[in-house]
């Protein structure tokens, strides 16, 4: 089986910073995959090459062996990878179930395609179905600016459902939630992507969340892959003890 994700010998400097080191590695479907590493380690560098959001200086990036080349974001996501924010890409002024159908529509950070005028029809609807996923219905005719920060990642999260895509990436999904709240917030999110995403990349400084929903964690450091392989054994190695996780 061809792989959903496939980077081979990926490169990126900013100025003295090796940001991406000769990073390879394959995400076969269905697998959910934590990427870990102390900040600055190189996670969103990575996460924005996938993505088009940055060009690598060398290598390449492939989504089921399609080389994404130097596609746009927009044209990344055709290809069927979307993501969603460490700070949510949301129009602040637009209530959660408006933002919605501006990503159904195409337009927005998320999506960046477009619907036909037939398919742009039940916008609405589909917004309301994706908010009600995350037990967010009550907050659809709420602006974004009067909404808390966990819930506008959960609506960043839904934005990025909208092109059901092969490849979901979450960057920090529980960044902000607090600790009596993250694997209910987790949960959530994981029940929620499961119709549209089976095949999940997370960012994840929480060691607890990792070990819970990672079925593989890939640890970084300084722009080097340092482990790849079951959370059980990646959080153990001496490395990822020493470099990434702090001992703990
Ligand atoms: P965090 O956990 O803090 O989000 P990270 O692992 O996601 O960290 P990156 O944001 O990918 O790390 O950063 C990797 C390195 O590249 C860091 O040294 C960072 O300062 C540097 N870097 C990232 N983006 C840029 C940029 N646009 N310009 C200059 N340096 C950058």
Request: charged share 25%.
């Amino acid at each position: 089986m061809i792989p959903v994700l496939s980077v081979r010998g990926v490169e990126k400097r900013f100025g003295a910073v090796v940001a991406a080191d000769a990073l390879s590695l394959d995400i076969p479907a269905g697998q959910r995959v934590s990427l870990i590493g102390a900040n600055g380690a190189g996670k969103t560098t990575f996460v924005n090459m996938v993505t088009g959001y940055l060009k690598p200086d060398a290598g390449s990036i492939a989504i089921e062996g399609m080389d994404i080349g130097r596609r746009s974001p927009r044209n990344v996501a055709r290809l069927g990878i979307s993501r969603s924010f460490q700070i949510p890409q949301l129009f602040i002024e637009l209530t959660a179930a408006e933002n919605l159908a501006v990503a159904i529509s195409g337009v927005g950070a998320h999506s960046l395609s477009f619907f036909s005028p037939a398919e742009a029809h039940g916008r609405h609807d589909k917004a309301l179905e994706l908010l009600g996923r995350f037990g967010l219905t009550e907050m659809a005719d709420r602006p974004i600016s009067e909404l808390a920060g966990g819930v506008r990642k959960l609506i960043d999260i839904a934005m990025a459902l909208v092109r059901r895509p092969k490849l979901l990436l979450l960057d920090e999904p529980t960044s902000g939630v607090s600790a009596e709240e993250k694997f209910a917030t987790m949960d959530r999110v994981i029940h929620a992507v499961a119709p549209d995403a089976s095949t999940i990349v997370f960012v994840e400084h929480d060691m607890e969340i990792v070990s819970r929903y990672a079925d593989r964690v890939v640890a970084f450091y300084q722009g080097r892959i340092l482990a790849d392989g079951d959370p059980q054994d990646v959080l153990k190695d001496p490395e990822v003890r020493r470099y990434v996780t702090g001992g703990s």
